[in-house]
């Protein structure tokens, strides 16, 4: 069954960055828009980022902007969420999705399938 899978969360410090992967299973990738989302206690999921199929439109929430990048190999059908100085507000589980978005205005809506998540925690 196609589906996704997120890796690369972990435990950094205030400032430090670490780099998702969301990897394509049963489906080439190449195809699908993918979008980044997070999740904390309590709290909506949050889009914070898409990238379409061809690459050429990104997208980010105000809260990563300028300091996440999205990207995408598709010759390793994988996409990837750099996260650089990271903030203690960042800690979430991180999740990617894969559909047929353009990644304009609310492109979040678009996505409705997503992966198990992989956990970011951001502590001293």
């Known amino acids: 069954q196609p589906h996704v899978v997120e890796s690369g969360g972990g435990l950094v410090q205030p400032g430090g960055s670490l780099r998702l992967s969301c990897a394509a299973s049963?489906?080439?990738?190449?195809?699908?828009?993918v979008g980044w989302f997070r999740q904390s206690p309590g709290q909506e999921r949050e889009g914070i980022s898409c990238?379409?199929?061809?690459?050429?439109?990104?997208v980010y929430a105000d809260s990563v902007k300028g300091r996440f990048t999205i990207s995408r190999d598709d010759a390793k059908n994988t996409a990837y969420l750099q996260m650089d100085n990271l903030k203690p507000e960042d800690t979430a589980t991180y999740y990617c999705?894969?559909?047929?978005?353009?990644?304009?205005?609310?492109?979040?809506?678009?996505?409705?399938?997503w992966g198990q998540g992989t956990q970011v925690t951001v502590s001293s």
């Open positions: 999705a894969a559909d047929g978005s353009s990644c304009s205005v609310g492109w979040v809506a678009d996505f409705d399938s």
């Open positions: 049963g489906f080439t990738l190449d195809m699908y828009a």
């Open positions: 990238i379409t199929a061809t690459g050429h439109i990104t």
